[in-house]
């Protein structure tokens, strides 16, 4: 087993296509139009199943907005440097809610930012994420 993709409903799809692409440096990897059903997908990620987990991005057409309720956490994202992530994510106008720093209690290094959507992305400055793929390398 392996996970393959999160999905998130999102109000307006290009902005939302926007942000993980310009800001999180993210791929569009597919998009899908279902008018008779009533929605849109598009499928983004650093790299494409099954290699890689994906964030599926679902438009019901006409919902410009969700509650997102108490239960959701975040999606986390490997990074090899969190505080420059955080300056090539400020400077493409992303909102970093969480300044990068050692964890409460711990000495790993975390940052959060916030999708337009108010989805909360942690960046966890793990060594291993300094692929030559990893597009939010400082």
């Not at 970093?96 to 999708?115: H, L, N, Q």
């Amino acid at each position: 087993m392996r996970l393959l993709h999160t999905m998130l409903r999102v109000g307006d799809l290009q902005r939302s296509i926007d942000f993980y692409t310009q800001v999180m440096g993210m791929t569009l990897l597919r998009t899908s139009e279902n008018a008779a059903h009533g929605y849109s997908l598009a499928f983004l990620g650093y790299g494409s199943n099954p290699e890689h987990a994906e964030i599926e991005l679902t438009y019901n057409h006409g919902v410009t907005s969700y509650d997102l309720g108490s239960a959701y956490g975040h999606i986390a994202i490997g990074v090899p440097d969190a505080y420059a992530a955080c300056d090539k994510i400020r400077a493409a106008g992303g909102n970093i809610t969480r300044e990068p720093g050692p964890v409460k209690g711990g000495s790993t290094v975390i940052a959060f930012i916030t999708d337009p959507d108010g989805y909360k992305v942690e960046l966890i400055q793990r060594a291993e994420a300094g692929a030559p793929e990893d597009s939010l390398r400082a």
